[in-house]
């Protein structure tokens, strides 16, 4: 560029450049055709007022000027001038912001510059003789014009902006302002390991017996992966040590890079890398409601609770299917007692009946009829929190939306997965936004709210309500102990009278008929069903 060409820009035209930018992710910013600094001087003073920090600005800024004169001009000022020529500035460097008012005669090859420097990520304001753009008639400003367009680029045409500049022109311009995202690198280590592994997978004999879209499967391999091309960047990292030392000198062993775990550990960087993403992916596990979907909720605070000691172990399938098996021998009992533990609340004390009697305390030896011994098909249980409206997020001792959830999962253990899934949540929150009270879907049961503080449920599997029935009054012995296991004939009196009193000879002959459809055995039942 000659002297010729040197057009300072107006304060008021900077004001333009800069409106729209917001200055608290300006870091980084490069002027590469700076003059004699006007731009650089508008834009520190900009940062320093919109950021209200007392800080020099100007040194944040890199400064290219090609007239020998006007970088005097620049260092003497002491602004920092980092190249003569920006079309053969090369650097790895990365700015926030390049914001220019090139050589109106090479315009078009200073912003396809721009635009080179910034293919990572970041923003361009340009100012063009907006000749460069109305008439494309060079392959490069074609080139330019549809890069602009991909790239969605604010183009606004200015007329009279240097009438009354400090050197005066009346051509026309054109703002130009670009925002380029952030590119996500390529990875070379995952490609390299997505490469390994369909090698392997082409190489192996065994047949794929499982179904890929299996979820145990699925996050296993995903933790493998995530493990390998952990291990290979520290690896890298590890290789590159000699190159990236903060001195030439072999007396300094300090990095300029450091690659170190959030939380350190005595083990090494790769032992702690593998534990700490053991930890992270047996935490998701626990929290999946495919493996633990069908726990009450104090079972899965059980569970999660081992997750630390689970970072010593392997995350692997035969891990994974070990404590499953440990769930389904020792938390059988547990949910059992959770069932039990229901069953006395909704038939005896939340029973809707008005003579409910003193409580579930008749055995087989001793019993007789009373309107506490079972469920009925309606029961009312009473709530705090089930829609925010009312009672905002508090649930109280008897939150509505924890209650319904154990009684959901006590009832999906007895039904063995038979049922569709419903999420009572998204019934509730549907419920709560359509402002619906009475008569709403669940997966089990119907239910009613009322503002004075209870829900009215209605079961809506009668063959389910049996089982649930049958299941509390065998475990609490209020059963005889042939119920089940002997034809309605071949009882004794005594046990006829409780079957009568307890369902009737009609319908405990369905039951024989189909013990597997009424009786939940004592053992050998997974929690976890085909996980």
């Given amino acids: 560029m000659n002297l010729t060409e040197f057009y300072p820009t107006p304060p008021s035209l900077i004001e333009k450049m800069l409106d729209g930018i917001s200055p608290t992710l300006i870091n980084t910013i490069l002027e590469p055709s700076a003059g004699k600094g006007d731009i650089v001087k508008a834009v520190a003073d900009w940062l320093k007022r919109e950021r209200r920090y007392y800080e020099d600005f100007v040194c944040k800024i890199d400064c290219i000027e090609i007239e020998e004169n006007l970088r005097h001009i620049l260092t003497g000022s002491g602004y920092r001038v980092v190249h003569d020529d920006f079309l053969t500035y090369h650097t790895r460097k990365q700015y926030d912001l390049i914001i220019m008012n090139p050589p109106f005669s090479d315009g078009d090859k200073h912003l396809m510059k721009a635009l080179e420097l910034q293919e990572l990520g970041g923003r361009i304001v340009c100012l063009l003789n907006a000749e460069t753009l109305r008439n494309p008639y060079t392959n490069l400003r074609k080139s330019l014009l549809r890069r602009l367009n991909e790239l969605d680029a604010d183009i606004e045409y200015l007329e009279s902006e240097f009438t009354s500049a400090e050197r005066t022109t ?94 350190p550990s005595n083990d090494g960087l790769i032992n702690g890398y593998v534990r700490a993403v053991r930890l992270k992916y047996w935490k998701a596990l626990f929290e999946a409601k495919e493996f633990v979907g069908k726990l009450t909720s104090n079972l899965q605070t059980e569970l999660f609770n081992r997750v630390s000691e689970l970072g010593d172990y392997e995350f692997s399938a035969v891990n994974i299917l070990t404590i499953r098996a440990e769930l389904s021998k020792k938390t059988v009992k547990s949910i059992e007692d959770t069932i039990l533990k229901l069953f006395d609340d909704l038939s005896g004390r939340h029973a809707y009946s008005d003579d409910i009697d003193s409580g579930n305390i008749h055995y087989f030896d001793g019993w007789k009829t009373n309107k506490a011994w079972k469920i009925n098909k309606k029961v009312i249980i009473p709530f705090y929190g089930a829609f925010s409206q009312w009672s905002g997020k508090f ?32 019934v509730l929150d549907e419920a709560e936004a359509t402002q619906q009270t009475r008569n709403i879907k669940f997966k089990y049961f119907d239910a009613t709210f009322y503002k004075k503080g209870t829900c009215h449920l209605t079961f809506t599997n009668d063959d389910l309500l049996a089982k649930f029935n049958i299941f509390g009054s065998q475990r609490k012995g209020w059963l005889p102990p042939t119920y089940g296991k002997s034809a309605y004939k071949d009882m004794d009196a005594e046990a006829q009278a409780v079957v009568d009193a307890f369902e009737g000879e009609k319908s405990y002959d369905r039951v024989m008929a189909s013990p597997e459809r009424f009786i939940v055995p004592t053992t050998g039942v997974s929690l976890l069903g085909g996980i």
């Fill in 395 to 426: 649930e109280g001792k008897y939150g509505v939306r924890s209650k319904l959830t154990d009684i959901e999962k006590c009832l999906d253990f007895l039904d063995a997965g038979m049922s569709e899934a419903v999420d009572i949540d998204a």
């Fill in 170 to 263: 009346d051509v026309e311009v054109a703002l130009v302002k670009v925002t380029i995202p952030d590119a996500m690198p390529d990875s070379q280590i995952l490609e390299n390991l997505e490469r390994a592994k369909m090698d392997e997978r082409r190489d192996s004999d065994e047949p794929d017996s499982i179904v890929q879209g299996d979820f145990i499967t699925g996050i296993i391999e995903r933790y493998r992966h995530e493990v390998d091309a952990g291990i290979r960047l520290i690896q890298e990292y590890t290789a590159l040590q000699p190159y990236i030392k903060q001195s030439l000198n072999d007396e300094y062993n300090i990095s300029i890079l450091e690659l170190k775990l959030t939380y």
